[in-house]
């Protein structure tokens, strides 16, 4: 079993920085497909950005240039680091794992964290 906790979030004016934080348990970490989503009230969920187990990253286009993802395997964390901070970041974000990383075509994210509120103010 997975367990996510994440921590970070809060209440920043627009143009602010926020950074987020996932500590992961239960398995190898090194071998997980790491994930940050993020749900707005009446909205669906949305990616905003991963890091697979090798390494690979990607961004939604509305967070590029602003945030950054990174992991550290020996620490079992994934961070996401929010800059310029806009309105319309404003949601609950939530870390996601996928255990399976080495044995996934595709990323299959099957554990997820409580979520931690961003709010933006303008």
């Known amino acids: 079993q997975v367990q996510l906790v994440e921590s970070g979030g809060g209440l920043v004016q627009a143009g602010g920085s926020l950074r987020l934080s996932c500590a992961a348990s239960?398995?190898?970490?090194?071998?997980?497909?790491m994930g940050w989503f993020r749900q707005a009230p009446g909205k669906d969920r949305e990616k905003v950005a991963t890091?697979?187990?090798?390494?690979?990253?990607y961004y939604a286009d509305s967070v590029k240039g602003r945030f950054t993802i990174s992991r550290d395997n020996a620490k079992s964390t994934v961070d996401l680091q929010m800059n310029s901070l806009k309105p319309e970041d404003t949601a609950v974000y939530y870390c996601?794992?996928?255990?399976?990383?080495?044995?996934?075509?595709?990323?299959?994210?099957?554990?997820w964290g409580q979520g931690t509120q961003v709010t933006v103010s303008s």
């Open positions: 239960g398995r190898t970490f090194s071998n997980f497909n």
């Open positions: 996601a794992a996928d255990p399976r990383g080495p044995f996934r075509i595709r990323p299959q994210y099957d554990y």
């Open positions: 890091i697979s187990w090798s390494g690979s990253i």
